[in-house]
C-alpha cells in the first residue's frame, strides 16, 4: 500500500522557516513526482511546488517564489519544503502527494492520487 507521511509542521514567528518533509512507505519514492499542496480553512486547496521524479524539474506557486524550496533525496526516501520568510498568509495544512508522471511535473491536485495526512503549519507572533 502506497502511503505518505508528512512532518515538521508547528507554529512559527513571521519571517521564521520550518522544513516539511514527506515520507514514503511500502514503495520507492524515486518513481514518481511529488507536490506539495496546502488548505487553509475556508480557503481552496493550492497547488504549492512540485518536484519531478529525477529532481530535475520544479515548479513553484507565484506566492511562495523565492521562499520556498522543494527537494528530494531519494536515498532517503523523502521530499523536502524548505519554507522561509513565513508570512501569516502561509498558515495552512500542508499535504504531499505523488503523480504518476514520467517527466517534469505540475501543481495540479487532480493528476496527483495518494495523499498524505497533512502537517498543520501555522505562522503567527
Known amino acids: 500500500q502506497l502511503q505518505l507521511v508528512e512532518s515538521g509542521g508547528g507554529l512559527v514567528q513571521p519571517g521564521g522557516s520550518v522544513r516539511l518533509s514527506c515520507a514514503a512507505s511500502?514503495?520507492?519514492?524515486?518513481?514518481?513526482?511529488i507536490g506539495w499542496f496546502r488548505q487553509a480553512p475556508g480557503k481552496e486547496r493550492e497547488g504549492v511546488s512540485c518536484?519531478?521524479?529525477?529532481?530535475?524539474?520544479?515548479n513553484y506557486a507565484d506566492s511562495v517564489k523565492g521562499r520556498f524550496t522543494i527537494s528530494r533525496d531519494n536515498a532517503k526516501n523523502t521530499v523536502y519544503l524548505q519554507m522561509n520568510s513565513l508570512k501569516p498568509e502561509d498558515t495552512a495544512v500542508y499535504h504531499c502527494?505523488?503523480?504518476?508522471?514520467?517527466?517534469?511535473?505540475?501543481?495540479?491536485?487532480?493528476?496527483?492520487?495518494?495523499w498524505g495526512q497533512g502537517t498543520q503549519v501555522t505562522v503567527s507572533s
Open positions: 518536484i519531478s521524479r529525477r529532481g530535475v524539474h520544479t
Open positions: 511500502g514503495f520507492t519514492l524515486d518513481n514518481y513526482a
Open positions: 502527494a505523488l503523480e504518476r508522471r514520467m517527466f517534469m511535473c505540475v501543481t495540479d491536485a487532480s493528476t496527483y492520487d495518494v
